[in-house]
């Protein structure tokens, strides 16, 4: 049977049973975690032309995710990978706060 070898999101969508609907919200949804994991892993400072080239790829690049998720657990490792780097920034963020404390008390 098919609805028993969907992925989380797929099921949670329904992608069995409407699958116009279950697709569009899987498609949202990788396009989302997706634009979450470039930004907090991998975006610079671009101009806005390359900006807008970058989203574009990677909007494209979603559409063929997307008919991967529905057997494969492509939008839960990208919550995974998404959780691991909002950890990371806040880590980050904090060391640099105790590294620009310890610089002020040592001056």
Known sequence: MVG???SFFAALYKVNEQPKVGMWLLYITI???AVIVYKLGFAKKL???KSAIVYFFLVIGCTILTFFAVFLPVAEGLV???LILIIYKIRLRQAKKQQTEGEKEGI
């Open 4 to 6: 028993n070898r969907l």
């Open 31 to 33: 396009v989302i975690l």
């Open 47 to 49: 101009p806005l032309g």
């Open 80 to 82: 995974v990978a998404a």
